[in-house]
């Protein structure tokens, strides 16, 4: 079964460059939710789109912003890097109505 | 606003024993229980979940959880642990919107580690 694509898997960028991260959802499923996992901490909800509107926004910080396109993939796009900003960065998606998550691989991002 | 508490962040136990991770949740509302499981450089993978009906869920490999409204946990059991087991764990909630699902709130996670 098809599941959640996150590109790219690494990801290396110095600070003050700017990112992007994308997510390809399971087929037919209309949410998406992005999640920041530090090292050896837990994963902090940041923002999450239903039918390519915002849904629900956590602890994302004004130099993020993220969209929801047409075929629904998602981009985070991440500007002014810091090295705090250096993590694990998951997309989820569901399809509305069916209360579970499918989460992608993860992207690292390193910030140097 | 939801919390979730894992009050063990590592526990080691040996090959074929039992062993129990600990969650407990805190909510004003109605809310989704879940645990994920990951293992070293992977993603999250959904182990097993709560939405509503019997309390007591199981999985495919042998975990299971049982929800207990008046003490809000969420404790993950296996009676049995093999090698393969060892990862971490983290229990999770999200609030029930009516029966639509929002964002997931996680624990700080529990590392297992099942030793020969």
């Known amino acids: 079964a098809a599941g959640v694509i996150q590109s790219p898997r690494h990801l290396i960028k110095e600070k003050r460059e700017t990112a992007t991260l994308k997510c390809y959802p399971i087929?037919?499923?209309?949410?998406v939710y992005w999640y920041q996992q530090g090292p050896g901490q837990d994963p902090q909800f940041l923002i999450s789109?239903?039918?390519?509107?915002?849904?629900d926004k956590g602890s994302i910080p004004d130099r993020f912003s993220a969209q929801q396109f047409s075929d629904y993939h998602s981009e985070l796009n991440m500007s002014s890097l810091e090295l705090g900003d250096s993590a694990l960065y998951f997309c989820?998606?569901?399809?509305?109505?069916?209360?579970?998550?499918?989460f992608g691989p993860g992207t690292r991002l390193t910030v140097t | 606003a939801q919390s979730v508490t894992q009050l063990d962040s590592q526990v080691p136990v040996f090959e074929e024993a039992p062993v129990e991770l600990r969650c407990n949740y805190s909510s004003s509302v109605s809310v989704y229980l879940f645990w994920y499981v990951q293992y070293p450089n992977q993603g999250l993978q959904l182990l097993l979940k709560y939405l509503s009906g019997s309390t007591l869920v199981e999985s495919i490999n042998g975990f299971e959880a049982e929800f207990n409204k008046s003490q809000t946990s969420f404790h993950l059991r296996k009676p049995s642990v093999h090698i393969s087991d060892t990862a971490e764990y983290f229990c999770a909630v999200s609030p029930n919107y009516g029966g639509s699902q929002g964002n997931l709130i996680f624990g700080k996670g529990t590392k297992l580690s099942v030793k020969p």
């Open positions: 789109f239903y039918e390519k509107m915002q849904s």
């Open positions: 989820a998606s569901s399809l509305a109505g069916f209360n579970e998550q499918y």
């Open positions: 087929p037919r499923h209309d949410t």
